[in-house]
């Protein structure tokens, strides 16, 4: 008798992805069950394509992505629900005037009428010491509280697997570390993007992609020495003529 497919976790199936005619992802078969798990490489080698891919913002071209049993892409129902994203710009992520509207969105997205979702919105950032962001412009706030906004809209859906783009890129010190106790606390399984090695080392997995392909996968004490150097190696080069995007 065959074994059960797996439905806990994300798992990728030679999933690839090509965008206008250029491979960027190559037979990814994967299966990421940590809590913890970093994705690291260099700009241009995939890192956000394989973000997105999780999410279902983009479908694979050739294999199949299941989060949790559901296809991201093909049932975004079930997307919002089970993965929140945590993108590296807050102002790619922000669409309402005021920081309430903002968290109100995604309630309203997964069916809470706007009276109970504006009211869950007040109720969680008082609740986080922030009420007075209710009513404030998102445009006021600084880049470091627009971010900490997309998270508190993130989290408010209670979503099981939250995915971090370049989550402490912008940030002055004081926010990145305030940021990155509140994530350490979270029990969601958190999927966290970068190309920063000290911002996944506490990981309890690391993937590290090159060119499309996984280089390396294993704990970050295997795989975080071996980058740096690596990294090292070729920033003592001229060129960066092998990145193509």
């Not at 199949?64 to 093909?74: C, E, M, S, Y």
Request: glycine fraction near 8%.
């Amino acid at each position: 008798m065959p074994p059960e497919p797996q439905t806990s976790g994300i798992v990728l199936d030679h999933a690839a992805v090509t965008l206008t005619g250029r491979p960027i992802l190559h037979d990814l078969t994967l299966a990421l069950t940590e809590a913890r798990i970093g994705i690291i490489g260099r700009n241009g080698s995939g890192k956000t394509t394989f973000l997105r891919l999780i999410a279902g913002l983009i479908a694979p071209s050739m294999g199949t992505v299941r989060v949790d049993g559901f296809d991201p892409a093909a049932d975004r129902r079930s997307a919002l629900a089970g993965l929140g994203i945590l993108f590296q710009n807050p102002d790619h992520q922000i669409l309402f005037p005021t920081g309430e509207e903002e968290l109100a969105f995604g309630l309203r997205q997964q069916g809470r009428t706007t009276d109970d979702a504006l009211r869950a919105a007040r109720e969680a950032l008082a609740a986080d010491g922030r009420a007075h962001w209710g009513a404030v412009p998102t445009s006021a706030l600084s880049q470091g509280q627009r971010h900490y906004l997309c998270l508190l809209s993130v989290l408010l859906m209670q979503p099981r697997t939250i995915l971090l783009d370049e989550p402490f890129a912008g940030l002055d010190l004081p926010t990145k570390l305030r940021l990155a106790r509140r994530l350490a606390a979270l029990p969601q399984r958190l999927i966290t993007i970068s190309h920063d090695p000290a911002s996944v080392a506490q990981a309890d997995r690391v993937l590290w992609i090159e060119a499309g392909r996984i280089h390396a996968d294993g704990p970050p004490d295997a795989i975080l020495p071996a980058f740096t150097a690596e990294m090292v190696r070729i920033g003592e080069r001229d060129s960066d003529t092998d990145i193509t995007g």
